[in-house]
């Protein structure tokens, strides 16, 4: 019992039977896995979003969008960026689930509430690794990107804008994502536990279709409650670019009051279609990801 007790001490504090360390991996491979996989959705959702036309705004479908981007770019035109997402996504949820499951552990397993406020302080960390290779992303993924690649719109903004140009929209990002993350944990973990209550199993284990529909659920519920958050993000990650008006203030409530008066109300929900068509698989998958490679270390 005595050699027992030492080794406990000297390890590290371990959680649902795994290390930090193995959180961290599941969690980078997971976040890496969802967006390589759902980057051309996202693209159009960029896209729309930074449209300053109003008239354009409103007209434009999500098949229109992605017929001019494949008729004249090419399917290339899709990915775009893709290598910035690639840089930002593996660290960023690494960080993500790592801290998530560690912020977990404290408190009650089983509490929506308990789950809500570990997703918020994973995405107040990860955001902080995300967010520069976000912007590269997003500015990337505009029609007429002037920037030739990841290394040519770092050196430019940072040339050009400072180093602040990277977390201009940090404090929008945070503020997005803390309700989105609140929402899209408590819900995943609901419908888990749902779902696992309605199968024929009653055991421990927890099958991938289970977690890919919670995670489903989850994502499309949290993407469409904050989409107009969203929309604040992508108009001061992208501002004085392709045409994007630049802005006075980096304030969200100033933001939002621009788009209202050039927009309308209708302005703050432009892109929620392809949002939501992103998050719903992106979580399914990235969740159901996230537990195989968990898994895989049991």
């Known amino acids: 019992m005595g050699a027992t007790a030492a080794e406990a001490t000297a390890s590290p504090p371990i959680h649902d039977g795994l290390e930090f360390w193995q959180f961290m991996i599941a969690g980078s491979i997971a976040g890496s896995v969802e967006h390589m996989a759902m980057f051309p959705v996202d693209t159009l959702k960029t896209r729309m979003q930074a449209i300053t036309s109003t008239a354009k705004a409103s007209s434009l479908t999500l098949r229109q969008s992605l017929g001019s981007i494949v008729k004249l770019e090419g399917l290339g035109g899709l990915y775009r960026g893709i290598a910035a997402m690639g840089l930002g996504a593996g660290p960023a949820h690494a960080v993500y689930f790592s801290v998530y499951e560690s912020c ?53 903004v940072m040339v050009e804008e400072g180093f602040g140009a990277f977390y201009a929209s940090y404090r929008t990002t945070v503020v997005m994502n803390a309700p989105f993350t609140a929402v899209h944990f408590a819900t995943y973990e609901a419908a888990k536990r749902g779902l696992m209550a309605e199968g024929d199993g009653g055991g421990e284990e927890e099958s991938l279709v289970v977690h890919a529909a919670a995670g489903g659920a989850a994502g499309a519920l949290a993407a469409v409650v904050t989409t107009p958050l969203d929309v604040v993000k992508t108009q001061l990650q992208c501002q004085g670019v392709c045409g994007c008006d630049r802005l006075s203030s980096s304030s969200i409530l100033d933001v939002i009051g621009i788009i209202k008066k050039k927009d309308g109300y209708g302005g703050l929900m432009r892109g929620w279609v392809p949002r939501m068509l992103f998050h719903a698989p992106a979580a399914a998958i990235c969740w159901s990801t996230y537990e195989s490679v968990k898994s895989f270390f049991h």
Request: glycine letters at 8%; proline letters at 8%.
């Open 104 to 156: 977990k552990s404290l408190g009650n397993p089983n509490s929506p509430i308990a789950h809500a406020a570990s997703g918020v302080c994973a995405t107040v960390a990860s955001d902080a690794v995300l967010t520069p290779m976000d912007v590269v992303k997003q500015r990337l993924q505009l029609k007429g990107s002037p920037y030739k690649g990841v290394c040519d719109c770092v050196k430019r």
